[in-house]
């Protein structure tokens, strides 16, 4: 009889599931590592000995193609788009002929926007992050999530938020149903890098390779075991 068998998860990670009863329950402690950028995402599951997956996401949300204008297959770009075609079919409904005051226009709209609801792009970007750690909660068990603070409190600073930093109390909610969360100072993240001796790239972020921000995720899970 089989004891073991191997298998792919929903984000493509190859495991073995063993199907005996385990001859015993513990586990090692295991830290995730979260760094996110406007583009990519690195997420790191580290161990004490070991970088057990790696992973640098492409987010849906501000993914642009090699051109200056936005890629479609965005979410950025999908949401410009049906702006577009919803105001071409509202003047299609419209009869200039007539007199203003006549014309089909829609009434005011009135206040109905959400105080606390993400942009489509934004929640796509989170949503895409939560989705890697619950499916590889499923085969990992997670001690820990250490998410990066990126600041960007515009109300005391007077700055506009950047991107990176929308979404990032609604992510750490939703990922608190899975591990504890512990916040860690971006400006403390160079630090532990250069003790680890990971490299930074930080003249174009825009590159998908581990340099941009898998490093440090690596880093960021890695502070737990210095």
């Not at 492409?58 to 090699?66: I, R, T």
Request: hydrophobic share 30%; proline share 3%.
């Amino acid at each position: 009889m089989c004891k073991a068998v191997g298998k792919r998860n929903k984000v493509g990670v190859f495991y073995v599931q063993i199907l005996r009863e385990s001859s015993g329950a513990e586990t090692q402690e295991i830290v995730v590592g979260t760094d996110r950028g406007k583009a990519f995402t690195g997420i790191a599951f580290q161990s004490k000995l070991a970088t057990i997956v790696l992973f640098h996401a492409c987010l849906p949300g501000f993914y642009k193609s090699k051109k200056t204008m936005k890629d479609r297959q965005s979410v950025t770009g999908k949401m410009s788009k049906r702006t577009e075609l919803r105001r071409t079919r509202r003047g299609q409904r419209i009869n200039h002929k007539v007199a203003f005051k006549l014309r089909n226009h829609r009434e005011k709209r009135f206040s109905n926007r959400r105080q606390n609801k993400l942009p489509p792009s934004i929640k796509a970007n989170r949503e895409m992050e939560l989705r890697i750690l619950s499916e590889m909660s499923k085969i990992i068990p997670i001690s820990e999530v250490r998410d990066e603070s990126c600041g960007g409190d515009s109300k005391r600073n007077g700055f506009g938020i950047s991107p990176v930093t929308v979404g990032q109390e609604w992510f750490r909610t939703e990922a608190s149903k899975l591990a504890p969360i512990k916040e860690i100072d971006s400006l403390d993240t160079g630090k532990y890098r250069t003790q680890l001796g990971l490299v930074k790239d930080k003249k174009d972020k825009s590159k998908q390779t581990p340099e941009t921000h898998a490093n440090d995720a690596i880093t960021l899970a890695s502070t737990a075991f210095i």
